[in-house]
């Protein structure tokens, strides 16, 4: 039997209208709207930024006295603006760090991550792998954030969930789970926010 079909949805369609590289810029402009994620002038992390949707919409909020820095597997198709910064970055290398900052030292106000593995079918394996790249991308933003940044994951949700939100909050001073309006219906995904890192941890 061939693949099922699946029709260009609304969020397809509006992200073409926006201009933006993916469906995803929506779920990230809904994240900010609720938390304040992003302002003029912020340093902001990106991690697993291809093709660039995040990162379209964090450019447009920090502005040219800000910085935003967008790292992949893959090479992102070039930016205009000057104030972007992408590379390519395995963020599970062992001198994944030490490449970021050779792109953009820190401290960064916000580390937002969309890593997501290349899917297998086999819910516990997905599951498992999604939770590695979340607790990569929560020990770069402990080391590379500023007290009181913030931080967004997606995580597949499963088995190790709520272990890994107690990780989060013994590192954020709030920590939020959310399931922003342009997710697939039968996505597994979530987003956890971290808001105030340090609060908890003698940091700040
Ligand atoms: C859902 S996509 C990100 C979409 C992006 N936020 C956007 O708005 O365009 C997930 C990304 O995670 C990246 N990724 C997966 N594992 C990675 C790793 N170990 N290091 C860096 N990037 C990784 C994938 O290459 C993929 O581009």
Do not use: C, N
């Not at 912020?42 to 920090?62: E, H, N, W, Y």
């Amino acid at each position: 039997m061939g693949k099922p079909y699946r029709p260009k949805d609304h969020f397809f369609q509006r992200a073409k209208q926006r201009g933006f590289r993916a469906r995803s810029a929506f779920k990230l402009e809904e994240l900010v709207g609720r938390f304040g994620l992003l302002r003029p002038g912020s340093r902001v992390l990106d991690l697993g930024a291809a093709p660039g949707g995040f990162l379209q919409v964090i450019a447009r909020a920090v502005g040219p006295s800000g910085l935003a820095v967008g790292v992949d597997l893959v090479a992102l198709r070039p930016f205009t603006e000057g104030w972007v910064r992408t590379g390519v970055v395995d963020v599970l290398a062992d001198d994944a760090q030490a490449q970021v900052e050779a792109l953009a030292p820190g401290p960064y106000d916000a580390v937002l991550s969309d890593l997501a593995p290349k899917t297998t079918g086999v819910r516990g394996t997905d599951e498992a792998r999604s939770v590695r790249l979340a607790e990569r991308a929560l020990e770069l933003a402990r080391a590379l954030g500023k007290p009181g940044s913030s931080f967004v994951t997606k995580l597949f949700m499963g088995g190790d969930f709520e272990a890994f939100r107690a990780q989060l909050r013994e590192t954020y001073r709030e920590v939020k789970v959310v399931r922003p309006e342009a997710t697939r219906s039968a996505s597994v995904e979530i987003y956890l926010v971290g808001l105030g890192l340090g609060a908890l941890t003698g940091r700040q």
